[in-house]
């Protein structure tokens, strides 16, 4: 762990070390709640359709709105990726990162409202938020996954839109010794790299298989590229009418009033590298007829690489002219005075997980059940300051952006330019607007770059959770009353995040080289072809574009050449950039910083603390009506919650304008000043849930439940950011809220379910949520006071949001606003063909459909204090298979509808519909060998955002297909 003054580090060694010593979890609570007892059940499960008909049987056999996936064999879940697997379940869709499954959204909710349990407990991520990455772990470690729609008593609370619980192979469970090995070799399309997986098992009991062990390894590599256009920030600047004059084509456009365009438009390319190792530990112990003793414990390291380079244009709105406008007042077309810009960008992710606990499970007498559960998890990524973003820029340019040529991403072209000694637009005067345009630059010039912009930088995390639980099965067989299930539940859990970074702003490092003054070595780029761009795609992509490594330019920038060279520019006396970037060590920077390195920066760090408390009760009531059996469970769960906030603020001690940018502020700002805030809450949660056996066939459902979401650690930070230059036209800055409380949601479910065999049913479900205390971010305008000596006097841009020693900003912060209403359907169907004659009997079908609705979707409008679920949208899965026990095969098509994916100040984005469609064949060689192809996005399919409107690009990406060849043995 990276050691901090600003991030705490792990909490009570002592408790730590005892959990540790128990070597992790076991059988959750979950489970035996629905029947099980402390004897273990051998179950094997081999194929496509036995996979789905257990399936299909566990969940009509639930007392709740459960779905489920159990793996096709031991180390083999249906696909390679946990998440891909879930989104073939009703009203599941997911976020990919790198082509590859990450996040779920469950029945509209995004991935923070969706609790993620492995064997019943939260396991820490390496996120900032409540999120879970399935990217995390390899697939072949789960032996099965619970989706909970319902929200009953025994599960923690945590998931308004679900909870999702993760099940690892267990050695008494294979019931014999197994040892499973399978290898693949992955090519990545988009890049043309192969790389390797590979997954090892052993399993074994001992001692009469009153004893078991288990320990599985996965590793996995892969090498891929993605080609993307991206933009923004979307800014919308006052245009008065003597402006609008001098902006328009021919005095075309809509006269005063607030126009919006993108500040950026970047063409990127980026390669990634990605390096997952999972390992997992399963000891079981039959203590006697009567006590089962589980321990278990999972690790991942999930190493990530991302080097992108950018051939972008940045707006500098002072020097627009010929701009053309649509009817939503989008700049669709400018001209502009601006560099061509050239970024070298370096994302790092580098996480651990570890869990480890242990799980007794006790028949304490013939109606009593006793289950005790203690766990420990620690996550962390280890970023900070690891990361890149470096701009170098060509010689000033006339730059054109054009958005009407009919392409699928906007057009921006460089031409070479002098500026006229006459008055050639005829405004009567002579300034930048007066230019004689000169030839296309169709390429960046290695001989003719400067340098501009450079920060090493970067986030890291930490989370830990201590969880105790005590569960209670009490058999009472008292008339309808079958049995009253009861328990407690304790966590402790820490969350911090540290950032670091090359100091900026004011006489900081990256304003050291603002301006393009250094002329850089032409031996430091390298020329690329940007060679099948976006292949598919309608676009006139830049054709080449500079590469360069960042560190050897960082080094030539530190160079007593180039700083000598930066005096002479700047009419400086010899040394003082060596002094202003720390590289005299006679003259140390007060900040402390030294040349590009990166330091902490206190006022982006936070610790969180939660303490949860909770206890339930739930009694399950089984009878007849009129011949139909009827299952009732009815209970409560009381949680109380106490948090801790603990940041750090750097005020401004000055604000001033640059010297040369009329738009940008540079400031300073005051020593680091301690936060601390304590806010608690509590919750009653009852639920009732009730399930009607029509006859062996129908089935039909009804539950009520109440459900909570804790508001996102990261979102209780009490600390205000601001970028290192504030900018006249877009004073804004963000915080956290300790104060929010948690989104509270009354749900409502209702189904009827037709089994038609064991392998083949349909369902028709509908769903509603009223959630309330929605959690939004929210603009408003804050007053922030400096101390006397401020420099705001010095501010004669514009002084609309300065008064005296006050700057007024516009601070967005999430807080707790109305309420909502989510609610849907969900069709499911799934059949097997096997009344037909010959190979026709082994097709089987599955398919669904989600249909959500919400009173506050996201239109054409823009947003300020809006309730919007980001990720609602209908979706669509159809799954068709054959299975004959020698050969395996499945073709699955999943589609997302248009959603609400997040937005930029009140401006919404959204994710343009998006569909993919996976293959798998296998060859089952015999009962112990398998081969296998599989590939994924077969379409090649893009992933497109948009604005308001059609004219608001937003971006598109091209993740590629994958093609995998692999084998598998089993002994």
Known sequence: MKNSRYVSGVKNTAIALAVAQSFSIGTSFAQSVDGNDSSVEVIEVRGIRASLSQSLAKKKNSDEVLDSIIAEDIGKFPDTNVAESLQRIPGVSIDRAGGEGAQVTVRGFGPSFNSVLVEGRRLATDTAGRNFRFDLLGAELIGGADVYKSAPSHLQAGGIGSTIDLQLQRPLSIGEEKT??????????????????????????????????????????????????????????????????????????????????????????QFQDRERLGLTGVFQYQLSDTALLTMDGLFSQFD??????????????????????????????????????????????????WQVGAN??????????????LSYSEAEDDSAGDDFFFVVAGPEAVQRYDNTQGLDAPLFTNYEFELATSDLNGDGQINSLDRVVGDQITAPDPNDTYSWFGTREGQGSSDEILELRTDFEWYLDKGVLENVTFGAYYADQEKSRSDARTPGGGNGINNAYLQGQIPLPAELFTLRNNDNFLDGINLNAPSQYLAYDPEEVIAYLESDAALAQRDLLNNLPIGTSAIRLGLDPSNPRADGGVGFNAIDVPRNAFVIGEKTMAAYANAKLTGEVADMGLTVNVGFRYTKTETTS???????????????????????????QFIKQTEDYDEFLPSVAARLNVTDEWVLRASYSKSLTRPNLADL?????TAPELRLSDLTGSSGNPDLDP???????????????????????????????????????????????????????????????????????PRNLNSTVVDGIEISFQHVFDNLPGLLQHIGVSANLTYVNSDDEVGNELIDAAVALPGLSDSQNFVLYYDDSTIEARLAYNNRDRFFSGRQGPEPIFTEDFDQLDARVAWNVSEKYQVFLEATNLTNSFVKRSGRFESRFGGIEDPGARYVIGARAIF
């Not at 010929?322 to 077309?333: F, K, P, Q, R, Y």
């Not at 502009?336 to 994302?347: H, K, L, M, S, Y």
């Open 180 to 269: 499973v090995l399978s290898t693949r070799a992955v090519y990545e399309d988009n890049s043309g790299d192969v790389a390797p997986q590979f997954f090892g098992l052993y399993s074994n009991t001992f001692d009469d298989n009153k004893m078991g062990a288990l320990v599985s390894l996965s590793y996995q590599k892969r090498k891929s590229a993605q080609d993307a256009v991206t933009s923004g920030p979307f800014v919308g600047p006052e245009v008065n009418e003597e402006q609008a004059s001098v902006l328009f084509a021919d005095g075309e456009g809509n006269g005063a009033g607030r126009y919006i365009h993108q500040q950026q438009i970047r063409y990127a390319r």
């Open 304 to 353: 990530i690489s991302n080097q992108t380079t950018h051939n972008f244009m940045f707006n500098e709105r002072a020097t627009y002219n010929n701009a053309i406008t649509d009817e939503n007042n989008v700049l669709v077309a400018w001209d502009q005075i601006g560099r061509p810009f050239q970024a070298a960008v370096e994302d790092n992710r580098v996480s651990q997980v």
């Open 360 to 373: 007794l499970e006790w028949d304490i007498s013939d109606s009593l059940i006793a289950t005790v559960d």
């Open 646 to 672: 603990e940041a750090f603020a750097e005020p401004f001690a000055t604000i001033f304008p640059d010297p040369t940018r009329p738009d940008v502020l540079l400031s300073t700002r005051l020593p680091a």
């Open 717 to 721: 930070n009490p600390g205000i950011n």
């Open 743 to 813: 989104f509270v949601s009354d749900n409502i479910d209702l189904s009827i379910e037709y089994y038609f065999n064991e392998a083949s049913a349909v369902s028709v479900g509908f769903f509603r949520k009223d959630v309330s205390a929605f959690i939004a971010q929210q603009e408003q305008r804050e007053a922030i006071t400096l101390p006397a000596g401020n420099r705001l006097d010095e501010v004669t841009e514009d002084r609309s949001n300065i008064e005296g020693d006050t700057i007024f900003l516009n601070i967005n912060r």
